[in-house]
């Protein structure tokens, strides 16, 4: 029977050792240590399980959880082993000795050596190494030689004498290197931009280092990550600046470069989408590797060994890709400030999604050496709140959970491919812990989304394509600096109906006070649009009475004074009573003359054309109408410029340019009924 997958965790407390499926139990040799415990770490074998205390470090045998031999050295921060386990290196806080001299807090051991009884056991290196990052050896895959660096240089040792540099590269400004895996024994150094210079990454074959085998030089790189794949054939430079000259992102800009081992190939990585890139990660099978880019929501693509996209998975809340050993499966994800949402897909059956998984709040995500499970675990300090443990099969169902109290650090114990079962990693399901169902039974149900907010004279028509998502069909996100813009699909205009939009439902308009159906409207809205209609009739009567211009259309007349008839009459009875009867007559004059005005004038009143209501209304209908199809072939003709001057369009606007012919012929129709 083959030994069970093991991980290992560290709390604020404690340090446990743990075998996950098919047992799910501690290790039963291993004596938990407590009190304040820095670190732990396994060998690149699994042979080997170490940890510091206060006290020293402590070697055991991760099968069985034995102690196999511990290191004279407290206050350690942090630990290391060389690809085979053969050597330990140690890492302290950089102090000062009794004559002001920095101390050599980096110490390198041999992991098992013999020893007399009463011998103390000795680091056969020792280094001043006063920054945390970077700060272990590199070995090559064969542990025959390791590599530091220090100011404008390499420095190569025989790892079995430390005291003595081996071989030296020299490299003005160098600030990174990567010693590659595999039996290709090359190392790739980084200088930076320099007084105008551009930043350069070279390759050199250890140990010849007269000259580059390989090199690419570049701007906009303050520092970079050098990933290399499993075999060492091929190099990732991801060039990162501090800041963003452009003002597009807070933090800083991001390019990506490909480079061969040998020289052959180099070029810059195109991505086409605008925005930073997320992660980046290469496929164990070295062939290819896997990228998230873009403003969110993010794109992710396979690229293969020479840069080629040859697959992209649906946009989405994305900023992790995370092969599985086997490389069959990779793990697509949204951590940090997402939502923790993990998509796995199986690369070998056409990039087949198999399963979304809701982890919740991981600020760790691996997966398990047999690529049959994944471990997420919420950690301090980002989180010090629902730590835990959690282990999903592949196929997205739930195996273990275990919460914690400040959870610091998970790791799989590393197991070669040469002992790993030869078994589908879907088929069959294993079955889960008794942990795993109690943990369902505590999760709630999801309710239904709310949705966005939407004014009332936008509910029942469909979202402008501005207003969408991406993922969803909408604009692409773009960054104007402040500048005014128009962008793909009208994003920065007014707030206005897109022209063509159609309502979400058939029959219930979007513009407040346009005509409703009857059979739409509750019994209230009825009774009172039956209230309106009676007022409207009962006022059309009286106003019947009056005098024929004043039934048409046209402004009611008014007197020499400004003010209306009516008003005039009210003001001048008013007056007639109060005066005196001398007045009388000459009030009665006024009347008089007025009266004959009055009916010189009617017959011309008469005279005058009268438009019919209906025939107005169908006529600004026709107008609006034609108005509308004009701006929806503007905005056409928009999109047939930006597309012929090389922009990509979305779909939806390339459905929208073959609309044209139709939309003309619309627009000629209503311009003949017009005429």
Known sequence: MASPLQFAYRTQKAIGVFDADPVYEALPGFTQPEGNLRCCVYSGCGRYFAYATNEGVVIVDASVGHVLTSLPIPAVYDLSFSPHGTYLSTWERPAKDENGDATKNLKIWRTIEELADDAEKQPIGK?????????????????????????????????????TVWNKLRVEGVSDFALAPGKNQNVAVFVPERKGHPASVKVFNVPQ??????????????????????????????????????????????????????????????LDKEGPIHDVSWSPNSKEFGVV???????????????????????????????????????????????GQIDVYDLEKDYRKITTIESGNPSVCTWSPDSRFILTATTSPRLRVDNGIKLWHVGGGIMYNEDMVELYNVIWRPVPAANLPNVDPLHPVPTPHPSALAYLGTVKTPSKPVGAYRPPGARGSSTPLHFKREDEGGAAHSVSNGVPQVGPNGFGRPRRQIPGAEFAEPGRPSVPGAVVDD?????????????????????????????????????????????????????????????????????????RSRSNVRQSNAPAQQAAPVVDAAAAAAQSADAKKIRSLQKKIRAIEDLEMRHAGGEKLEDTQLKKIATKGSVIKELEALEREGH
């Open 127 to 163: 280094f001043v190494q006063k920054s945390a990052n970077g700060w272990n050896l590199q070995y090559t895959e064969d542990e025959r030689f390791c590599a530091r660096i220090v100011t404008n240089e390499v420095q190569f040792y025989n790892s079995n004498d430390l005291g």
């Open 293 to 339: 880019y873009g403003y969110m929501p993010a794109k992710t693509t396979i690229f293969n060994h020479r840069a080629v996209a040859t697959h992209s998975f649906p946009l989405g809340p994305r900023n992790t890709i995370i092969f599985s050993p086997t490389g069959r499966f990779a793990l697509v994800a949204g951590f940090g400030n997402l939502a």
């Open 209 to 270: 280092f007269t000259s580059p085998i390989s090199q690419k030089t570049f701007f906009k790189a303050d520092k970079v990550q050098l990933k290399w794949n499993q075999l060492g054939t091929a190099l990732i430079v991801l060039a990162q600046t501090e800041v963003d000259k452009s003002n597009k992102s807070y933090y800083g800009e991001t390019n990506m470069y490909l480079l061969s081992a040998n020289g052959s190939f180099d070029a810059r990585v195109t």
């Open 519 to 591: 059979e739409n409207l509750s019994k209230t809205a009825l009774k009172n649009k039956k209230k309106r209609n009676k007022k409207a009739k009962e006022g059309q009567a009286g106003e019947g009475a009056t005098t024929p211009n004043e039934g048409g259309l046209a402004p009611p007349r008014e007197s020499v004074d400004g003010r209306s008839p009516d008003r005039n009459h009210q003001r001048h009875h008013s007056r007639s009573q109060s005066r005196s009867n001398n007045l009388a007559v000459r009030t009665q004059n006024n009347h």
